[in-house]
T-cell receptor
């Protein structure tokens, strides 16, 4: 029973390029959450999605960032025109429908912008 | 707004010594409280959680935490630390309306043999 799968584990992008981070939730989990961990900081909530719906995107930067969780396939966090300040670890978590915070976290994608 | 404070950025203990990691929260109602552990380069693993009931919560790997409403605290404890406990520890609070978690900035634990 695979856990939450994130890929790639490490991603290097030049300033101005696009970054696409993928998250496949655990089998049977229909809720996905994305968190960002900046160096020397705790995790900060970005967005909460269910299949084909964004439930809460209050933590998403207003520009360049978007997220989706299609009916089929993984959830995607997309960062357009990356800047150095986007360098961080991005974690995805998933939970079943009645979660009550029953998250399972993935191992994260570490994005480095050069 | 909810917030979580972990006053200790870095703690060093000897193997076999006892451990207490501090966590203070700010929340109007009864909070949902969590402790997670993160090993280098890894994701977060849930150690324990408190929703209601007994204020002393047992978790995995021999950890426990005590909810003290009067002090707005949820400190993590372990009676005897092992070298493999060296990691970063995060306290978090749930906002009670969604499944969103608010994390503290973490405490890095170093264990000396």
């Amino acid at each position: 029973n695979a856990g939450v799968m994130q890929n790639p584990r490490h991603l290097v992008r030049r300033r101005g390029q696009e970054a696409r981070l993928r998250c496949s939730p655990m089998k049977g989990h229909s809720h996905v959450y994305w968190y960002r961990q900046l160096p020397e900081e705790g995790l900060k909530f970005m967005v909460y999605l269910q299949k084909e719906n964004i439930i809460d995107e209050s933590g998403m930067p207003k520009e360049r960032f978007s997220a989706e969780f299609p009916k089929e396939g993984p959830s995607i966090l997309r960062i357009q025109q990356v800047v150095r300040g986007d360098s961080a670890a991005y974690f995805c978590a998933s939970s079943p429908e009645t979660a009550n915070y029953g998250y399972t976290f993935g191992s994260g994608t570490r994005l480095t912008v050069v | 707004a909810q917030s979580v404070t972990q006053p200790d950025i870095h703690i060093t203990v000897s193997e076999g010594a006892s451990l207490e990691l501090r966590c203070n929260y700010s929340y109007g109602a009864t909070p949902y409280l969590f402790w997670y552990v993160q090993s280098p380069g890894q994701g977060l693993q849930l150690l324990l959680k408190y929703f209601s009931g007994d204020t002393l919560v047992q978790g995995i790997k021999g950890f426990e935490a005590e909810f003290k409403r009067s002090q707005s605290s949820f400190n993590l404890r372990k009676p005897s630390v092992h070298w493999s406990d060296a990691a970063e520890y995060f306290c978090a609070v749930g906002d009670g309306n969604t499944d969103k978690l608010i994390f503290g900035t973490g405490t890095r634990l170093q264990v000396f043999p």
